[in-house]
């Protein structure tokens, strides 16, 4: 369901995309930019509704790979960025680019994580023989929907240049991290309550990325 809302919202905005040019062109109130900063790589749309009132719009994505070592546990891991923003900037002063921006950001971060351990596993302060648990696979997901609260500069369909840079920052509020391990083999009744207590410890340890720090720079171009 979540990624089938995602690709719906996703095929959304793409139509937009293809479809704003021709009905805003010469008009002055319709941007098109490229951005980049810690909600990935991506591209954005902005409509001028009033003077002092712009929507956007637009995806962000960014994938790693990496590896890491715990508790004896070889680790290889996926970051998956993936956002749709729909936001409102409001510019209150009318001589300068600074705004206050507000919306919604459908959202599709998380971390996926495949883990194998030579011999034995150490879950929760307790050591498993690995025939007990096969490949430990993981996953760190947050709220499809989550609200979105910043400031910026730059107004894309301001008059004057066609050409403009903007910056963002603000905190995306994503919610408690859901954590799921899963083990390959089905486990004993000891070592679902010692998975179900690590799950526990690692949403303690990434807690604070309910509040996810924003910061972006952008280059849009005026039709």
Known sequence: MKMKFLKSSLVSVTLLLGIAPSAFAGTGDFALGVKGGTLGIGAEVTFGLLPSLNLRSGYNAFNYDGSATKNSIDYSYKLKLGSLPVLVDWHPFPASDFRLSTGLVFNSNKVEATGKAQGTYTIDGQTYNASQIGTLTGKIDFNSTAP??????????????????SCDVGVLFQGTPKVTLTPSVTPTTAIQTSIANEEASIRDTTDNFKYYPVVSLGLAYKF
């Open 148 to 165: 979105y609260l910043g400031i910026g500069w730059g107004n894309a369909v301001a008059k004057g240049s066609p050409l403009s840079l």
